[in-house]
């Protein structure tokens, strides 16, 4: 069993940036699959970014602003986020699998923490 403990989230101006962050316990996580969804009010739950064996993957149309990261040694996965926008509004999700996983499809994911609101003003 994984958990997954975000935070980081928050009320940010148009503009402006935050970083997540996503804690992991309980197996070994340095080869897990993290990947960070977002859903915002009436919307489906989108991929947003992954990190996959060392490599860092994005959603096509948030490519430029984010960047994931991972510290294996601190169990932990974060995302920065620059020049955040009033549509970046979500609550954002911290998802891992125990195999890699190339795709977008939040279904794939087994362990998902609870959350962290980002509200984008503007």
């Known amino acids: 069993q994984v958990q997954l403990v975000e935070s980081g989230g928050g009320l940010v101006q148009a503009g402006g940036s935050l970083r997540l962050s996503c804690a992991a316990s309980?197996?070994?996580?340095?080869?897990?699959?993290m990947g960070w969804f977002r859903q915002a009010p009436g919307k489906e739950r989108e991929f947003v970014a992954s990190w996959i064996g060392g490599s860092a993957y994005y959603a096509e149309s948030l490519k430029g602003r984010l960047t994931i990261s991972r510290d294996n040694a601190k169990n932990t996965v974060y995302l920065q986020m620059n020049s955040l926008k009033p549509e970046d509004t979500a609550v954002y999700y911290c998802a891992a699998r125990s195999s890699r996983w190339y795709g977008t499809n939040a279904h794939a994911y087994d362990y998902w923490g609870q959350g962290t609101q980002v509200t984008v003003s503007s």
């Open positions: 309980g197996r070994t996580f340095s080869s897990y699959t």
